[in-house]
């Protein structure tokens, strides 16, 4: 698991670069805002999120439940997800709009 990027991901990556060249300027991974967003736009007042399908458990036709530890899997999944929505309430009645994107691997690209 220690090999597991928390940042700097494809999926993140593509979209930095695809919001770039539509001529968007972010900031990357701000401490001091709650969740610590991937990217931020201060020019709108916008965070992104860039989850994967996995540690967030979208309801997606590529996640799996894990067949070792389920219990263990499911509770914590389940607490990423119970502190996903707090993070995003947070945000949003702090006046942050809020963006989440999902993605998955298919066959060597990223889908987003």
């Known amino acids: 698991m ?11 990556m593509a979209i930095r670069k695809a919001l770039h060249a539509r001529g968007f300027r ?11 967003p991937d990217l931020i736009l201060p020019k709108y007042n916008a965070v992104v999120f ?5 540690w967030h458990g979208h309801d997606c036709p590529l996640f799996r439940w894990p067949k070792t ?5 499911r509770d914590k999944i389940g607490r ?9 309430r947070q945000l949003a009645a702090d006046g ?17």
């Open 2 to 12: 220690a090999a597991i990027r928390g940042t700097d991901t494809r999926p993140e």
């Open 69 to 73: 530890r389920e219990d263990f899997w």
């Open 26 to 36: 972010y900031r990357l991974h701000a401490k001091e805002l709650r969740g610590k």
């Open 50 to 54: 860039v989850h994967g399908c996995f």
């Open 80 to 88: 990423n997800q119970t502190r996903d929505g707090g993070v995003r």
């Open 96 to 112: 942050w709009r809020v963006a989440t994107v999902g993605s998955a691997p298919v066959g060597g690209r990223i889908v987003l």
